[in-house]
């Protein structure tokens, strides 16, 4: 077995799990696990077929506070204790001597991820996709309902300006990673600045909630919620507006390179997964438009990002296909002009 894959340094990791694992059987094995645009994340596996999830940032250099691990870890070290199903954590290490960059590991939690079509046909009954719908908004209302103090969160971030805060950063994040000239990302970025309504409420937001940022058990349930990278205290209606964004109604046309599941016939339409947020959570969502473009225009710049990593080479050897997000992000930014045109 080679000693060395992108991203992972095996003799010094191996060491790092012997001492946080008892009974681990080495040598260990690493399979990159593919779907992720953002941070790389490893399956790992021992001789006896035990199996743990190690996330690290992607290789090279990284922008101010992405990628960021420790709030990653803090994140979900917390939540352990509440309604929000979450992996548990194994270990954090910040020393980048040891692969290279910060990164943790969590225990392998059992089930699909419904990233595609192809998961999608493990549920194939129109019962089952209705049940996953569910439990993803559920969910997602059971995190808007974590009390961020009580849950050790209070500090994670300012409880006010949540829309002003991130238009700044990901505008600054859109100048910092650009490849090109865009001028609509500014244009869309002027009217939501204008357009920004009151914060009615703050909350957990997750930052990237999408039905693949789900592992579900083998029956539907939800079993545990990942890729807490982005989560922050803020307005709620933001994460219900992103979700929106990658829910794709059968019979829609799907953005380029996301190919979701939910086009599959069965699945809940958005309209009804937004009426099943606002019961289950009592919020009212008449803004939701608003945080729709916004989840469109920030969607846009993450993959602007991850078109300036593939170019990079940012994600090790053997990935390819980083030049189709040229064109998914022009038509993200245009989406996102269409929602904050029915802004009032």
């Not at 808007?144 to 103090?149: E, K, L, T």
């Not at 909350?203 to 807490?228: C, F, K, M, Q």
């Not at 945080?291 to 990079?312: D, M, S, T």
Request: glycine share 10%.
């Amino acid at each position: 077995m080679s000693q060395e894959t992108d991203g992972i340094s095996h003799d010094a990791l191996e060491e790092w799990f012997r001492a946080r694992v008892p009974g681990i059987e080495p040598p260990l094995d690493y399979e990159k696990i593919h779907g992720g645009l953002s941070n790389l994340t490893f399956l790992v596996t021992d001789q006896a077929g035990s199996r743990w999830v190690l996330r690290r940032p992607p290789l090279g250099a990284r922008l101010g506070s992405a990628h960021d691990m420790g709030r990653e870890v803090k994140v979900v070290t917390a939540l352990a204790g509440t309604p929000v199903p979450v992996p548990p954590v194994v270990g954090y290490c910040e020393d980048e001597e040891v692969t290279g960059a910060p990164f943790y590991a969590m225990e392998f939690v059992e089930g699909p991820v419904v990233r595609s079509p192809v998961e999608a046909a493990l549920f194939p009954s129109p019962e089952q996709r209705e049940k996953l719908g569910a439990g993803l908004i559920e969910t997602l209302a059971a995190i808007h309902a974590v009390d961020p103090d009580a849950a050790g969160l209070g500090d994670l971030g300012p409880r006010e300006g949540y829309v002003a805060r991130q238009l700044k950063r990901w505008s600054g994040q859109w100048e910092k990673s650009k490849t090109r000239e865009l001028p609509l990302i500014e244009e869309v970025h002027g009217r939501l600045v204008e357009l920004a309504p009151p914060q009615t409420a703050t909350t957990l937001v997750h930052g990237d909630y999408r039905l693949d940022n789900v592992i579900y058990s083998p029956t539907g349930e939800v079993a545990a919620v990942v890729d807490w990278e982005l989560c922050t205290l803020g307005d709620p209606l933001a994460d219900l507006g992103l979700l929106m964004v990658y829910w794709v109604d059968p019979g829609s046309d799907s953005v380029p390179v996301l190919k979701p599941a939910t086009t599959e016939p069965g699945f809940p339409l958005k309209r009804d997964l937004a009426a099943r947020y606002a019961e289950v959570s009592g919020r009212d969502i008449s803004q939701l438009d608003y945080f729709v473009a916004l989840g469109y225009w920030k969607l846009a710049i993450i993959l602007e990002g991850v078109l300036a990593r593939f170019r990079a080479g940012q994600y090790g050897s053997g990935e390819s296909g980083g030049d189709e997000f040229e064109s998914t992000v022009r038509v993200l930014a245009e989406s996102a002009a269409d929602a904050i045109g029915r802004v009032s």
